[in-house]
């Protein structure tokens, strides 16, 4: 399941050139962050994805096949999208009705939904909220309802529209787990997100966005420390590494953004002194 | 003198089995900035929501206990008249915008309440300019991305200089360096306007810095409300599940393997940075 995305430019009906040029190929498997400042382009490049939105010029591929060769319906069940704001998603009147709405238009069998349904809400700690309607929830819980709702068909490729805003520090450390989960299954996973913190932690491959092209691309631990480009995509350095940056210690590594690996190096600094 | 007091406030949503906020007692000075923050559904935006009357008064719902804001009672006093007091940001920008051009939005409130046009004019260009979205004014607010629309909805509420700014989550879809810019200007206004500001964020990385007093809730009660080095070192508020900032994170680490370092727990990089130096260079 590679994703290819070759040259692609779009434009919205207003006018406005959102992707100017993007080439990307994203292998099966991998762990992708996109990055970059709001209206850099990403959310409209995530769409390409599943089809929601076609290139002006240029083609994208899902497994070689092309999206504007194909319905959104069909590309959906191999590309799972989680939309930015839940609220644009959500439409049911309980949270396993809305779980259970795509599978149902996927055809499973009753037994097969309730077993997945019953799965989803587990997964991600929903379980006394089944009944309830999903605009009973919080800004957080509702976010993770429009998760489950994806991931109750158990798409190969998981696009998540910055997944982790409203979500509270234990909910991010249980969506990294989760990822990391994923990642364990073969699965793709495509996060498009803000959260320099999110991403620092989990130290995905970054795809960096400015004005509607990719400036970067790369490991996080790179990327994520070099400075000079991240200012310009309006992206601040994540602590651990502005600590490290701010020290400037001739001979120290400059691209540490993991908590453990600076505190190492920096004790066995402050031990030799 | 406290411009937000309440005593064992405790609401229920219409419907609702159980309560969202239970014995809430807290209290906001007067000029201060104060965090709240907790897991996500531990009442934090309910509580806001008090702030200002709309629970119970749009919302219903059964509240027991006293809140006095601005020296009223927020439950009673009309919310029109409230919401002169106090201004509301809300978590979902769209929830709030409704104009079909930024300038229309920014200046509703104001229009609202019958400002002179020339005052109005000018509490809207101070708005726009402070936010960062001058040049956006004659766009639809419908049309733009979910950052820009923040910055509308934080914009409508300053236009109308409200003595306490009460923000839920203002900045969740905005990139962390525009969100540190609406940070500095929600900073400024308390610190060299006065205005009382109560923000509720998950963000501690970026937002710890600058709160005098951090209130920690879980579960709908208040588990912690003090200063904010004191909670933010104190080992059972990073058991609730609160993102502790980094810099923080660092420095007890350090000091758990024994490294001796000076000075209160540091809540930014470049405390904890001058901090290293300094140990650095004994």
């Known amino acids: ?273 | 003198m406290a411009v937000i007091e309440t005593h064992n406030l405790t609401y229920t949503y219409p419907g609702a089995a159980k309560p969202s906020i239970s014995d809430v007692s807290l209290a906001v000075q007067k000029g201060e900035f104060v965090l709240i923050t907790g897991p996500s559904g531990c009442g934090k935006t309910t509580l806001c929501r008090t702030f200002n009357g709309l629970i119970p008064q749009f919302y219903q719902g059964e509240l027991k206990g006293e809140i006095k804001v601005a020296d009223l009672d927020a439950a009673k006093h009309p919310t029109y008249e409230m919401a002169k007091r106090v201004g509301l940001v809300f978590q979902n920008p769209e929830n709030q915008l409704f104009a079909l051009s930024v300038e229309k939005d920014v200046a509703f409130g104001l229009e609202n309440l019958g400002f002179p046009r020339n005052e109005m004019r000018k509490r809207v260009d101070w708005a726009l300019n402070l936010t960062g979205i001058s040049d956006l004014r004659d766009r639809s607010p419908h049309e733009m991305s979910g950052g820009q629309q923040q910055r509308v909805a934080i914009a409508a509420v300053l236009a109308m200089q409200p003595e306490i700014i009460v923000l839920d989550e203002p900045t969740s879809f905005l990139d962390p360096l525009s969100a540190e810019k609406i940070f500095e200007v929600i900073h400024d206004l308390n610190k060299k306007l006065g205005f009382t500001v109560v923000l509720v964020e998950h963000r501690l990385d970026l937002t710890a810095k600058y709160a005098d007093h951090i209130v920690i809730m879980d579960q709908g009660k208040v588990r912690f409300d003090g200063e904010t080095r004191e909670v933010l070192s104190n080992e059972e508020a990073r058991l609730i599940g609160v993102g502790i900032p980094k810099a923080t994170l660092l420095f007890e680490m350090l000091k758990k393997d024994g490294v001796p370092l000076d000075g209160t727990t540091p809540l930014s990089s470049e405390e904890l940075a001058n901090m290293l130096q300094e140990a650095m260079l004994r």
């Open chain 1, 1 to 273: 399941m590679t994703l290819t995305v070759e040259d692609v430019h779009f434009s919205y009906q207003s006018g406005v050139k959102a992707l100017k040029g993007v080439s990307l190929t994203v292998k099966d498997g991998e762990f992708v962050a996109v990055m970059g400042q709001n209206g850099a382009g990403k959310t409209t490049l995530v769409k390409q994805f599943n089809g929601l939105l076609k290139p002006t010029k240029g083609r994208v591929l899902v497994n070689g096949t092309d999206t504007t060769k194909t319905s959104v319906a069909a590309i959906a069940k191999t590309v799972g999208f989680v939309f930015q704001n839940p609220d644009h998603q959500l439409f049911s009147e309980t949270v396993e009705e809305e779980i259970a709405f795509a599978l149902r238009n996927f055809g499973y069998a009753a037994d097969v939904i309730e077993k997945r349904v019953e799965w989803a809400v587990n997964l991600l700690g929903l379980s006394q909220y089944r009944k309830t309607s999903p605009f009973m929830l919080s800004g957080g819980e509702r976010k993770r309802v429009a998760l489950a709702s994806v991931l109750a068909w158990d798409p190969q490729v998981l696009v998540l529209d910055e997944p982790t805003i409203g979500q509270d520090h234990q909910q991010k450390e249980n969506l990294r787990q989760f990822i990391v989960q994923l990642q364990t299954q073969g699965k793709t996973v495509i996060i498009v997100t803000h959260d320099v913190e999110f991403v620092a932690e989990c130290s995905p491959r970054v795809v960096l966005m400015r004005e509607g092209k990719i400036v970067a691309d790369g490991a996080g631990k790179d990327i994520l420390t070099d400075e000079k480009v991240l200012a310009e995509s309006s992206i601040v350095l994540p602590q651990v590494a502005q600590v490290f940056t701010y020290l400037n210690i001739p001979g120290f590594p400059k691209n540490v953004i993991d908590l453990y690996e600076a505190k190492q190096l920096l004790k066995k600094k402050l031990e030799r002194n």
